[in-house]
């Protein structure tokens, strides 16, 4: 192989890579996520379920509860969900209707909506969190040796990084 060849190799969009096979050991890693990641999220999801939220409801409050006083601008909880806004519209109707979510407009700007979590957010936050963290722990952490946990973590920041418009928040806590 060539020189020029072995530094292609490997980097995104590159003829050696996007030509090149999965070998064995990369298609038994490719497919084991694909084929794990929505059952994973299904499972978690369901286990969830018996709090009333959903896995994109409790990230709401996950997402609002990690700022200063739990309000946030709509446009920036879009893009933390990854939704449209007329997606973060439709999920957060039902949040506002049970009391856990207030739309608000912003004092420093009167054109900006916030999302602001409420008391009774906060409480059903409080609520879920201990249901999703046992899901979290059955499903995924404890079934890990600790430096598979640390390897996991080191794995999709590698991944997240290399996304486009996708920076990585350190210190998060994703409760």
Request: glycine content about 8%; hydrophobic content about 40%.
């Amino acid at each position: 192989m060539s020189s020029t060849a072995e530094r292609r190799e490997g980097q995104p969009g590159s003829p050696v890579s996007a030509a090149s096979p999965l070998d064995d050991r990369e298609l038994f890693g490719w497919r084991t996520y694909v084929e794990t990641v929505t059952d994973l999220s299904n499972a978690i999801e369901a286990d969830l379920a018996v709090t009333g939220l959903t896995l994109g409801d409790y990230q709401v409050f996950v997402f609002l509860s990690e700022v200063d006083d739990g309000a946030m601008r709509m446009c920036d909880l879009a893009d933390k969900l990854q939704l449209s806004p007329s997606g973060l519209t439709r999920r957060l109707d039902g949040l506002v209707r049970g009391g856990y979510i207030d739309r608000r407009s912003s004092a420093q700007d009167r054109r900006v909506m916030l999302a602001v979590l409420t008391n009774a957010g906060r409480r059903k936050l409080d609520e879920a969190y201990p249901v999703h963290l046992a899901s979290v722990r059955r499903r995924v952490i404890d079934r890990l040796s600790a430096p598979d946990v640390d390897a996991l973590g080191r794995i999709f920041a590698t991944i997240q990084a290399a996304l486009p418009a996708r920076a990585i928040p350190t210190g998060r806590s994703l409760r």
